[in-house]
């Protein structure tokens, strides 16, 4: 603290200042009630004026607590007005960093959206594919729905996993690339088996169980390569020798294919009278 000297070398309104200055270098509240006392005993003039001073300051810091308040009830009104409903479902696909901190990766409509995260969501405990509710402003989410609603989509047979989280599934001729939801990690399909999935997405959902009414036969390995138009021919060619036929798969790389026909409640005889003509039929098909 200083000494008296330097204190009268001190602008009144300098030592006004170090009584409600805070800080590193601010003095004790010791070394305060000193210097207040010490000012009071100058004169009542300059008792007066510090009583003034303190009153003034009261009246600034408690004009600051109403405008932080006031500040504070409309930040209120904006939150509940960004977080009320009604609110849009979207489908969670992943989380990326961004200057104000991490952010979610949101398909809505078929379009992702970079969006904020709600106080109230743990951003961590969300998987891709997890369904979500955006705000109305669709600029943050604000919940995830405890009942999936999203249970619709194509089908498509899984083939193999990528080493990551994606997979290739085929539909039709069609080779794709999708990521898999949590609910397929955990209950991971073998090659063969069916998988529900969304082309806007890009993810696939469930393992799908088998019907009991279909049944698949691998054919040996054809002596060629099949190419799309060879493809249709040997489907149009395998109906005609036997209706039932509704699909052919060809597995591009091996070359082989697959024929899907429906499996109906046979006994005895006609079972293994169904099974052996299919069984030449693919024979027949792949000895070209």
């Known amino acids: 603290m200083r000494g008296p000297n330097e204190r009268e070398a001190m602008s009144r309104s300098e030592m006004f200042n170090r009584l409600v200055a805070r800080g590193e270098n601010a003095l004790s509240l010791q070394d305060k009630i000193q210097l207040a006392t010490d ?56 989380v990326t960093p961004t200057e104000r901190g991490m952010a979610a990766v949101v398909n809505l409509n078929g379009m992702p959206r970079v969006v904020n995260v709600a106080d109230s969501v743990d951003v961590e405990s969300l998987q891709p594919g997890a369904e979500v509710m955006l705000g109305p402003e669709l600029n943050v989410v604000v919940g995830t729905l405890a009942q999936g609603f999203l249970a619709t989509g194509d089908t498509a047979v899984f083939d193999r996993w990528l080493g990551d989280d994606r997979m290739i599934i085929r539909a039709r001729d069609e080779e794709i690339v999708v990521r898999a939801a949590s609910g397929l990690r955990d209950d991971a399909p073998e090659p063969g088996d069916l998988v529900r999935w969304s082309r806007s997405l890009g993810l696939a959902f469930e393992r799908l169980p088998k019907s009991p009414g279909e049944h698949l036969f691998l ?63 693919a024979q027949r098909a792949a000895s070209g």
């Open 39 to 94: 000012l009071r005993a100058q004169s009542r003039e300059t008792s007066r004026q510090l009583d003034t001073f303190f009153l003034e300051e009261a009246d600034r810091l408690w004009t600051g607590v109403e405008q932080a308040r006031a500040r504070m009830d409309e930040l209120q009104r904006v939150h509940e007005r960004l977080t009320a409903p009604p609110w849009h479902t979207g489908v969670f696909l992943g």
């Open 219 to 281: 054919a040996p390995r054809a002596s060629l390569p099949v190419s799309r138009p060879g493809a249709l021919a040997l489907l149009d060619g395998a109906r005609g020798l036997f209706p039932q036929v509704w699909r052919l798969a060809v597995r591009r790389e091996s070359p082989q294919f697959e024929l899907h026909v429906p499996l109906p409640a046979l006994r005895g005889e006609q079972a293994a009278e169904y099974i052996e003509s299919i069984r030449g039929l």
